[in-house]
């Protein structure tokens, strides 16, 4: 994800943002929330395909949780690749792509080992982040990057459009959420390829993917922000992906009900996040950082006493969305304060892909707490000490760092 160096050097700050810029963003954002929509179709229908597969907790957990490891491990290698080739080509090409695993889901449903399977390449959905950052970030002034970025990153309200119809769309028939999907993903990518435009000056960067990758994991910084983003992306996209199953199994939702929820949850999420990078231009990110996750940490100590879903719980999930979105935000913002500008694109690719690996895990952890113990307070108590210790690390160490010249 070079490209975002070098756009940095092309754009001036204070350019004018052209048409071009913000058909690019608009069409950038809808393919983005549509293959998030697509990576994230097994979360709300896991518990459907329980009634057939009858899978433990772990099970159900590790089927929801193998798209998410796929699409952030890939975000890598097609973010080099988009560095390349162009978004212009590689939006509408993994859209193209996302519509085989999407179908697959029709037949595949009734076995456990095929949902597998087809899970793995639905994970291609999730990598189109590292298509779209780039992107807008070349078409936008430094002066607007933030707003753009934070535009495009709503595009993960899909996940929201996933948890709310995907279910509503089962009850009319059990192949049309596939069938749907499909169709939009097939329209996106004849329209993506006649309106994305890559900047006629884009440069393709000259070095190889393993040295960039390498100059950017010799930075510390890389590791300590993708610490961040894991707690603070990695929670959005676990509660994206177990919040259903959690729903269901606690509380006794029905799986709409539950969607439904999950769906307010995400959109909760996509709000804040332009909400934190708009902070953090008026307040260091850091800083910003540091109480949207001790607000996460806080409630996530309420909700482990297992409170009635009406009112507490709900306030509770809410409150801790409006915290990971912020921290998902603000912590963008201080890969721009505290990367060295050469490597921002590297940086950039891998905080984004282990932010995404951030979300594998819990999903794994709470199926195997309630396996054990019948109960989620452990896993909630773990999300507490994880955005507190992440607090503290924001505000006592990210604050006073500055990027260097070299690298």
Not at 174 to 194: G, K, N
Not at 262 to 267: D, E, I, N, R
Not at 291 to 302: G, I, M, N, R, Y
Not at 334 to 352: N, R
């Amino acid at each position: 994800m070079g490209q975002l160096t070098a756009s940095n050097e092309r754009v001036p700050a204070d350019s004018k943002v052209s048409g071009t810029a913000y058909t690019n963003l608009v069409v950038a954002t809808i393919g983005f929330a549509l293959t998030f929509w697509a990576w994230n179709l097994i979360a709300p229908l896991a518990g459907e395909f329980d009634k057939t597969l009858h899978m433990s907790s772990f099970a159900q957990s590790f089927l929801v949780a193998v798209p998410v490891i796929v699409g952030s491990l890939g975000r890598v290698p097609v973010g080099a690749l988009t560095d390349r080739f162009g978004a212009r080509l590689m939006f509408p090409l993994m859209s193209a792509l996302t519509i085989v695993p999407v179908l697959l889901l029709i037949p595949a449903r009734g076995s456990y080992g095929a949902l597998l399977a087809v899970g793995f390449f639905l994970g291609l959905g999730g990598t189109t982040f590292a298509i779209g950052v780039p992107l807008v970030n070349s078409w936008f002034p430094a002066s607007k990057r933030g707003l753009g970025i934070g535009v495009f990153g709503m595009g993960m309200g899909g996940v929201a459009l996933s948890g709310y119809f995907t279910p509503r769309l089962w009850k009319h028939g059990h192949d049309l959420p596939f069938w749907v999907m499909a169709i939009a993903l097939a329209a996106y990518t004849v329209v993506s390829f006649f309106l994305l435009r890559d900047r006629p000056d884009r440069v393709v960067p000259t070095a190889s993917l393993a040295s960039r990758l390498g100059r950017a994991g010799r930075l510390r910084v890389t590791w300590e922000l993708s610490a961040l983003y894991a707690i603070g992306f990695g929670g959005i996209v676990a509660f994206g992906v177990y919040l259903p199953t959690y729903l269901k199994t606690w509380y006794e939702l029905s799986a709409t009900d539950a969607g439904t929820k999950a769906a307010g949850f995400a959109l909760v999420t996509v709000v804040f996040r332009p909400f934190g990078g708009w902070l953090s231009d008026r307040v260091h990110p850091a800083v910003v950082t540091c109480w949207a996750l001790a607000v996460t940490a806080l409630f996530a100590v309420v909700q482990a006493f297992d409170p009635a879903l009406s009112p507490v719980g709900t306030i509770a999930f809410m409150v801790m969305a409006a915290g990971l979105g912020t921290t998902s935000g603000s912590v963008f913002a201080l890969v721009a304060q505290v990367t060295p500008v050469a490597q921002v694109g590297s940086v950039t690719g891998i905080v984004g892909a282990i932010g995404g690996l951030g979300g594998f895990v819990p999903p794994l952890v709470m199926g195997a707490i309630y396996s054990a113990k019948s109960s989620y307070s452990i896993g909630f108590m773990l999300l507490s000490d994880l955005a507190l210790a992440g607090a503290v690390y924001a505000i006592g160490r990210m604050r006073g760092i500055r990027p260097t010249a070299t690298d």
